[in-house]
DNA sequence: ATAATTTTTTAATCTTGCCTAAACAATAGC
DNA sequence: GCTATTGTTTAGGCAAGATTAAAAAATTAT
């Protein structure tokens, strides 16, 4: 029940998986663009994927996963979550420094290793960067977590729970702004004219935040939105 | 300072690495045996390595290691035996079974990773097998270990420090055996039929030891030899 | 509807690492 | 010293995964 591709081909599959939860299907382009290749090279690895039943491919229209080819890919971002987790956790590497090591950690291992991996972490539900790990069916938890743009109200209380971008830079610019996965701060003001906001952490101290940056961040609510449609 | 090579390409410096500290030389045929290659793969692969500096190879001769070359290769090997602890230290794996996992692994991560997973692992000085782990300079502790059949001398006391065989099937027949590392026997008797032993173990239970078994095993003496020549 | 543009596919090549079979060196036997 | 054997290299090829450039299909614009 449980194969496994070729190095370039979990990747391949990591990359339509998640195109296809974005718009249902995987352009050429779309996947090219993500491996950072030509989409001439896609074309290619799509006729070997739809050989193994692993995605159907329509000629000029797009790719979609097989549940084998699903299995296969949920199986491969469990493991890459897994690694960040423990290269965080265990290793002390700092958030912005985990994602390089761990694509090429996530081709590594059988089900039994993820499973003694999982365990050794204590089955954590989310990697360093709020992303949720699916667990060894290849589901997950659906999350609460929104964009922040969504969040209009003044006074709203929320609480950063993950990063739509994982990119080392905005990382470590949330570093420089002291925002941290799980920290809790209320919404001050928000500024149309730039889509900046200003927001008070816990402990009252007031943060200016860029909206490229509020744009990336995911958020949950903490309460039952206050009523209190301005200041 | 740190370069790193190809997978295939650690593979060959480790495999020369071992030839050359066995033979002084790495013969095309003996690489590749250790390999599962064919000698004409081997002369292809050479040629690249002498170009890259990390071997000098002479023609009809065999090769050695470069400076370089011996860098990345006990680097590798520093990376597998790390990895081995870690697998069974913190993934409960049986020793017969990280050897094929370390060797997917040894090629992954960096200095700074390996010195962080070094540290994580408590710096340990030898893997499950009880083989050396070199440090961050390639070098390492010169080892006491010996192997049982120079051990002639009843009631010689010895303790189990390593295996010059790390196949499954044999760690698993140690096991069967009752035989871990470090574990402290005296020898009982010898039989030059056979070439088999007898031992007792410290709670003064006896074991049969074939003479296929022992010639595996690499032990440290106890005591400085005590003079008793014959029984 | 036709033309222009974008996207996908095909065709021809490249690289890495491997193989088999044949040629070539080195070694050993006599 | 010549011959047989062993070990090494060359030659020719294959497979996976990529690339570039050109052809074909789909989409968008007029
Ligand atoms: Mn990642
Ligand atoms: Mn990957
Ligand atoms: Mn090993
Ligand atoms: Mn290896």
């Known amino acids: 029940m449980n194969s496994t591709g070729s190095i370039s081909q979990e990747n391949y599959l990591k990359a339509i998986f998640k195109l296809q939860n974005e718009h249902g299907i995987a352009s050429n382009q779309a996947i090219a663009e993500k491996l950072a290749a030509t989409p001439a090279a896609v074309t290619g690895m799509l006729r070997k994927l739809t050989e193994l039943e692993w995605v159907e491919h329509t000629a000029y229209q797009g790719a979609v996963l097989t549940p084998k080819g699903k299995q296969i890919a949920t199986s491969t971002i469990r493991k890459h ?24 950690l996530e081709h590594i291992g059988d089900a039994d290793f993820t499973e003694r991996l ?66 809790q701060f209320s919404v001050v003001e928000h500024f149309p004219f730039d889509g900046s906001w200003e927001w008070k952490d816990e402990s009252g101290v007031n943060v200016r935040v860029s909206r490229e940056v509020a744009s990336q961040l995911l958020v949950e609510l903490n309460r039952p939105q206050m009523s209190s449609k301005s200041q």
């Open 81 to 104: 979550r897994l690694w960040e987790v423990f290269l965080v956790e265990k290793l002390q590497f700092k958030w912005d420094a985990v994602h390089q090591w761990a694509e090429e």
């Open 118 to 183: 999982d365990a050794f972490l204590g089955c954590p539900a989310t990697d360093p960067h709020g992303d949720p790990i699916p667990d060894a069916n290849g589901d997950w938890a659906g999350n609460e977590r929104v964009i922040l743009a969504d969040v209009l109200a003044c006074n709203q209380e929320f609480t950063v729970r993950g990063v739509s971008n994982s990119a080392s830079d905005f990382l470590r610019h949330l570093d420089a702004l002291n925002i941290q996965l799980g920290k």
